[in-house]
């Protein structure tokens, strides 16, 4: 992608009138970002009478796509209608119990997600799960001041070790044969660590870059805890590796209603208690069994 930068610089001229008034640009920067690097940037977002900052990288198209997804585009703003009263009653439920509702964004990338979670969600405790060193820095640094417990680790249906690398950018970080390594964790470790009696499962986000093949071809016990689960498949990027079958294997074998909101895909707990776990179990040695017939 060419920049408004490079297309000036094109130029004798274009290069001669950057150079001159480069040095007035970065002075006004300094003044209203003091100690933020030139390479860096403060985007300001309105949402529900909070006005949000988020630092992220000058030039990355990738990091301003993030931001208009959360706040303009509003794609986790999901479910609507019944589906949204429901889970709005679960999340008051939770609060009248004394606990947190507990979200866990996986694939939290530079924090625009978690911030506009916290400001839809204020009383939840979210933690947020990013692999990348790069984004997470900026994750720090955009949920400084949050209810959040951060981990740079990548998700997996079992604790482990993987790499990361591919080339599609901040937003593009997969699991590759080599690369920079990562710890992974799993949701049942990630629950674990959360006491029942401080903190109820209510959102589950996955935008993992096609994981979510392997981690719904685990035990999906953990996985069916949660009223709400928002996911980003990635068939597109992956074609015929039926990167999200064993997520919808999952969603119909555990009698879960079904939802969309511009790219993401959610599955809605019924009222009541929740499915039975054992249809979880039961989707996900389906799941097995189908990639062995492969």
Not at 114 to 133: C, D, K, L, Q, S
Not at 175 to 200: M, N, R, W
Not at 216 to 227: K, L, Q, R, V
Request: net charge negative; aromatic share 8%.
């Amino acid at each position: 992608m060419t920049t408004a930068i490079e297309k000036l610089t094109s130029t004798p001229v274009g290069k001669l009138l950057y150079k001159t008034v480069q040095p007035f640009v970065h002075g006004a920067r300094h003044l209203a970002h003091p100690g933020i690097p030139n390479e860096q940037t403060i985007t300001k977002v309105a949402y529900r009478g909070r006005t949000i900052s988020i630092r992220h990288r000058r030039w990355s198209a990738s990091d301003v796509l993030a931001i208009q997804q959360c706040f303009e585009k509003q794609q986790y703003d999901m479910p609507a209608g019944a589906h949204g009263e429901q889970i709005q009653r679960v999340y008051r439920q939770i609060i009248a119990s004394g606990r947190k509702p507990l979200i866990i964004d996986c694939g939290a990338n530079i924090g625009a997600s978690i911030t506009w979670f916290a400001a839809r969600y204020p009383e939840a405790h979210i933690v947020g799960i990013e692999p990348a060193p790069d984004n997470f820095e900026f994750l720090q640094l955009n949920c400084a001041g949050l209810d959040v417990d951060l981990r740079q680790a990548g998700i997996g249906p079992e604790d482990g070790h993987a790499y990361i690398g591919g080339s599609g950018g901040e937003m593009g970080y997969c699991i590759t044969d080599s690369g920079i390594p990562v710890d992974i964790v799993s949701i049942g470790t990630l629950l674990a660590s959360k006491p029942e009696s401080q903190y109820a499962p209510f959102l589950l986000k996955l935008d993992i870059e096609g994981s979510e093949k392997s981690l719904f071809a685990g035990d999906c016990t953990s996985i069916n805890h949660f009223p709400l689960i928002i996911l980003e498949p990635h068939d597109w990027a992956f074609p015929g590796q039926l990167c999200s079958r064993g997520f919808f294997r999952f969603h119909v074998a555990a009698g879960r209603d079904f939802c969309m909101n511009e790219e993401n895909v959610g599955s809605i707990a019924l009222e009541g208690p929740l499915s039975d776990p054992g249809f979880a179990d039961a989707a996900a040695a389906d799941n097995e069994a189908a990639g062995r017939s492969r």
